[in-house]
T-cell receptor, first 113, second 113 residues
Framework: GAGVSQTPSNKVTEKGKYVELRCDPISGHTALYWYRQSLGQGPEFLIYFQGTGAADDSGLPNDRFFAVRPEGSVSTLKIQRTERGDSAVYLC???????????FGSGTRLTVV | RKEVEQDPGPFNVPEGATVAFNCTYSNSASQSFFWYRQDCRKEPKLLMSVYSSGNEDGRFTAQLNRASQYISLLIRDSKLSDSATYLCVVNMGSGGSNYKLTFGKGTLLTVNP
């Protein structure tokens, strides 16, 4: 597609449930990033993929968070045992390579009730 | 000291005004610098990169002072459509990790008719 596509755009889930957030990057972009933006804050880095591998997952807050990119294109961010503090907008971005600019998707707004 | 610190705002200015945003960053080894714009409930979009020599794009001028670890954005002749949150963004990576962007909290600008 023309841009970075994220689904769903909104997700409401109950505390303790499992959720998956999907990101479809711009075709041909090898680098993919997940960021999280809480209300009133700038986006915070979660994880970076170069191709299929997670090159840097140092931003994942704890082991309830996991992300995959099995074929080097679509990525899924998975959150287990969701907590109310996980509520935020989860942003995905891609770039042609590590040194080029980012294009962000429109995000998934996750609300844990 | 926060990694990237911006004017807290909000800024409310009349149409046609000149407005300046300031930002400081903590890591002297930071490599690249950007201003992003984020409209309400939308994703961040790259406004402009910031270079040591200073750069201009129409009504927007960005400056970088590496010695003071300071970045600025000047908007001249502000328009209603400039109303948004402006995010100061720094690539603090070094030694092969020059992909991770660190965002400030953002400064909200409202341009009034």
């Amino acid at each position: 597609g023309a841009g970075v596509s994220q689904t769903p755009s909104n997700k409401v889930t109950e505390k303790g449930k499992y959720v998956e957030l999907r990101c479809d990057p711009i075709s041909g972009h090898t680098a993919l990033y997940w960021y999280r933006q809480s209300l009133g804050q700038g986006p915070e880095f979660l994880i970076y993929f170069q191709g299929t591998g997670a090159a840097d997952d140092s931003g994942l807050p704890n082991d309830r968070f996991f992300a995959v990119r099995p074929e080097g294109s679509v990525s899924t961010l998975k959150i287990q045992r969701t907590e109310r503090g996980d509520s935020a907008v989860y942003l995905c971005a891609s770039s042609l390579n590590r040194d080029s600019g980012y294009t962000f998707g429109s995000g998934t707004r996750l609300t844990v009730v | 000291r926060k990694e990237v610190e911006q004017d807290p705002g909000p800024f409310n200015v009349p149409e046609g005004a000149t407005v300046a945003f300031n930002c400081t960053y903590s890591n002297s080894a930071s490599q690249s610098f950007f201003w992003y714009r984020q409209d309400c409930r939308k994703e961040p979009k790259l406004l402009m990169s910031v270079y040591s020599s200073g750069n201009e794009d129409g009504r927007f001028t960005a400056q970088l002072n590496r010695a003071s670890q300071y970045i600025s954005l000047l908007i001249r002749d502000s328009k209603l459509s400039d109303s948004a949150t402006y995010l100061c963004v720094v690539n603090m990576g070094s030694g092969g990790s020059n992909y991770k962007l660190t965002f400030g909290k953002g400064t909200l600008l409202t341009v009034n008719p």
